[in-house]
């Protein structure tokens, strides 16, 4: 077995996210958003924007797709954001692009993608963002999902952990699925971040809270308070996270 596959299979066994495997269009992108911005987000703030990308999820991972780019458009008068996709589909899929500092380029790997069936990895992604906060600072992670399927105290573990780095959650949920809204909850409430749900069809209430998300990571509760001024979204995960 090549050391490549190795490697591959090293990270399926442990329950890491792995980067995408050579030679598809995924690859591509990785490689040439090497000229868009640092690897490692330089000296701009970061943000982990993970997604659930199982068949469900195919119409709100479109409307990311078309809103993520507020989030650029917020934290440029802020400071700047490097952001990291995360997302999982299908058997055993879960994986994270390069850092990127321009929202073109985070288009252009998202339409690259199509959702399939699966269950959720939502515990997988907690222990990738753990991991990024290990090696550089990162104040927050946005989840965008809309079903928890794993054990919910193995996610209160891991978000526990996160809450200890001073990582706050940002989730974000489509629908009104119970099991998923108290899994997301918890989960924000021992990050010391926000829950708040959002409805596919109402795009202008998932980019509110993208904005505000992106306005916390890049400038702390402050930029979010003055964010929060003018924006009922912003106000709603201010209100949240006070009540974390």
């Not at 999820?57 to 954001?81: V, Y």
């Not at 692009?97 to 790997?109: E, G």
């Not at 708040?196 to 308070?225: E, I, K, V």
Request: with cysteine; glycine share 12%; net charge neutral.
């Amino acid at each position: 077995m090549a050391d490549k596959d190795k490697q591959d299979v090293a990270a399926r066994g442990s329950g890491e996210v792995s980067q995408p495997a050579s030679g598809g269009m995924i690859d591509s992108f990785l490689s040439q958003a090497k000229e868009l911005g640092p690897a490692t987000g330089g000296e701009r703030a970061r943000l982990v924007f993970a997604l659930d990308a199982t068949m469900s999820r195919q119409p709100a991972w479109d409307l990311a797709c078309r809103l993520q780019g507020e989030m650029f458009e917020t934290a440029a008068g802020i400071g700047g954001l490097a952001v990291q996709l995360v997302y999982f589909r299908g058997f055993d899929e879960c994986r994270a692009s390069r850092w990127v500092v321009q929202p073109r380029a985070l288009t252009d790997l998202m339409t690259q993608i199509a959702c399939r069936g699966g269950h959720t990895q939502i515990r997988r992604v907690l222990r990738h963002v753990k991991g990024e906060a290990e090696r550089a600072p990162l104040k927050a992670f946005i989840y965008v999902g809309d079903a928890m399927e794993e054990p919910i105290d193995d996610l209160c573990a891991a978000a526990g952990e996160l809450g200890l780095l001073g990582v706050k959650g940002f989730l974000f949920h489509e629908g009104a699925d119970p099991i998923a809204g108290r899994a997301f909850g918890e989960i924000a409430r021992l990050t010391g971040g926000a829950y708040a749900r959002f409805d596919a069809n109402a795009p202008q209430s998932l980019a509110g809270l993208l904005r505000a998300a992106a306005a916390y990571a890049s400038g702390g509760t402050g930029a979010l308070a003055r964010l929060a001024a003018g924006d009922s979204e912003a106000r709603k995960l201010l209100t949240a996270m006070g009540k974390a």
